[in-house]
């Protein structure tokens, strides 16, 4: 079956321009997670949606981002005024259940800001 | 703070080897430490996981050994490939929570 798929798999922007990031999660998945992996480190958590809300947001770094998940299945993020420190690759995951043990990543989408 | 602290950075055995990576951790409140393989270009893919009520354990050529009172856990591959050449991430999780993934592992094996 189809596993997570994310797009664009390529981005690049400009300083100060807002972006959208998509995530197709596997179908009946009712988690799904968003990281952040830079160069070099491992994914660092963003947000997690149970359903349409969002369960955890601890980690989205300032008001500049922001996920939504309207019909508990794809998920946006969205990122406002980018900065050259939000280029990374932007993974997304699932899981099946609320617990988590086997998150499913996607391919991921690597944000250029120039 | 890292919550989770792995190493080493690299790697590099021959074929056949067992290479070990280690990680440790100091949140007792985490019970899922799982192992992700991952490719240049792909997402992380879980390997193998393991929880603090066993000490070992083993699926196929991998093997997570598990120390609760020392608050670390290791990765051993057995007989490894080439094909293992990737970089290896060690992670824990409360579990309903988030992951805390170290900061992984670049694996080579050479033929």
């Known amino acids: 079956g189809a596993g997570v798929s994310q797009t664009p798999s390529n981005k690049v922007t400009e300083k100060g321009k807002y972006v959208e990031l998509r995530c197709d999660p596997i179908?009946?998945?009712?988690?799904l997670y968003w990281y952040r992996q830079s160069l070099g480190q491992g994914p660092e958590f963003l947000i997690y949606?149970?359903?349409?809300?969002?369960?955890?947001d601890s980690g989205l770094p300032n008001d500049r981002f922001f996920a939504v998940r309207p019909e508990g299945s794809v998920s946006t993020l969205k990122i406002q005024r980018t900065e050259r420190g939000d280029s990374a690759v932007y993974l997304c995951?699932?899981?099946?259940?609320?617990?988590?043990?086997?998150?499913?990543f996607g391919p991921g989408t690597r944000l250029t800001v120039l | 703070q890292q919550q989770v602290k792995q190493s080493p950075q690299s790697l590099i055995v021959q074929k056949g080897g067992i290479p070990i990576i280690n990680c440790a951790y100091e949140?007792?409140?985490?019970?899922?430490f799982p192992w992700y393989q991952q490719f240049p270009g792909k997402g992380p893919a879980l390997l193998i996981a393991?929880?603090?009520?066993?000490s070992e354990k083993k699926e196929g050529r991998f093997t997570i050994s598990f120390n609760k009172s020392a608050k670390q856990f290791s990765l051993h591959i057995m007989d490894s490939q080439p094909g293992d050449s990737a970089t290896y991430f060690c992670?824990?999780?409360?579990?309903?929570?988030?992951?805390?993934f170290g900061t992984g592992t670049s694996l080579t094996v050479i033929p």
């Open positions: 992670a824990a999780a409360n579990t309903g929570n988030q992951f805390y």
């Open positions: 949140n007792t409140a985490f019970d899922y």
């Open positions: 949606f149970q359903g349409t809300g969002a369960a955890d």
């Open positions: 179908s009946g998945h009712t988690a």
């Open positions: 393991i929880r603090p009520d066993v």
């Open positions: 995951a699932s899981s099946p259940t609320r617990s988590a043990d086997t998150q499913y």
